[in-house]
T-cell receptor, first 110, second 113 residues
Framework: GNSVTQMEGPVTLSEEAFLTINCTYT??????LFWYVQYPGEGLQLLLKATKADDKGSNKGFEATYRKETTSFHLEKGSVQVSDSAVYFC?????????FGKGTRLHILP | NAGVTQTPKFRILKIGQSMTLQCTQD?????MYWYRQDPGMGLKLIYY???????DKGEVPNGYNVSRSTTEDFPLRLELAAPSQTSVYFCASGTSGRADTQYFGPGTRLTVL
């Protein structure tokens, strides 16, 4: 079946550190891939997406590349800020539904 | 556009009580979804709808019911509240495009005592 696996948190970094959150997926065919972010007390919102192999999604300094050969969609940011503290969800879309990973809590220290 | 709105924001129920969580979207999306998010956990799909009059079960439908009489509204009904239903409930809407995202409401925090 279709599934998403992402690294467990929490991840704690100092401000300006490099961030990687790993995400791998299992799916038939060619799903679209997404990263969502959830700030405290809010719903999820789209951070970035990629729709085919080798596509790179980017937004707010975050990037992720759709790697079909390794079935991965790792999230990266070169220099994190305190305001990036949130929970990050990797997800894939197949047919009518979006399948979410369990989320990774990110905590940035000033 | 207000996007996806949910009411109430917070609710405390006693075991056995019933309630309806309201969800409305103003983006003319055909697809709507209900998820629950337990503390420290990811999202689990309860029910979804691909259009007015059409609903289908998700991963955890037991204890819940839905209806979709209009494009805009997708209420979630809890008939006999149980402590296991304590959670944060999110409604989302979207379209059929394979690259299209879902848009989430702010959530309803429900506690069953």
């Amino acid at each position: 079946g279709n599934s998403v696996t992402q690294m467990e948190g929490p991840v704690t970094l100092s401000e300006e550190a490099f961030l990687t959150i790993n995400c791998t997926y299992t799916a038939t065919g060619y799903p679209s891939l997404f990263w969502y972010v959830q700030y405290p007390g809010e719903g999820l919102q789209l951070l970035l997406k990629a729709t085919k192999a080798d596509d790179k999604g980017s937004n707010k300094g975050f990037e992720a590349t759709y790697r079909k050969e390794t079935t991965s969609f790792h999230l990266e940011k070169g220099s994190v800020q305190v305001s990036d503290s949130a929970v990050y969800f990797c997800a894939l879309r197949r047919d009518d539904k979006i399948i979410f990973g369990k989320g990774t809590r990110l905590h940035i220290l000033p | 556009n207000a996007g996806v709105t949910q009411t109430p924001k917070f609710r405390i129920l006693k075991i056995g009580q019933s309630m309806t969580l309201q969800c409305t979207q103003d983006m003319n999306h055909n697809y709507m979804y209900w998820y629950r998010q337990d503390p420290g956990m990811g999202l689990k799909l309860i029910y979804y709808s691909v259009g007015a009059g059409i609903t289908d079960k998700g991963e955890v439908p037991n204890g819940y019911n839905v209806s979709r009489s209009t494009t805009e509204d997708f209420p979630l009904r809890l008939e006999l509240a149980a402590p296991s239903q304590t959670s944060v409930y999110f409604c989302a809407s979207g379209t059929s495009g394979r690259a299209d995202t879902q848009y989430f409401g702010p959530g309803t925090r429900l506690t069953v005592l």
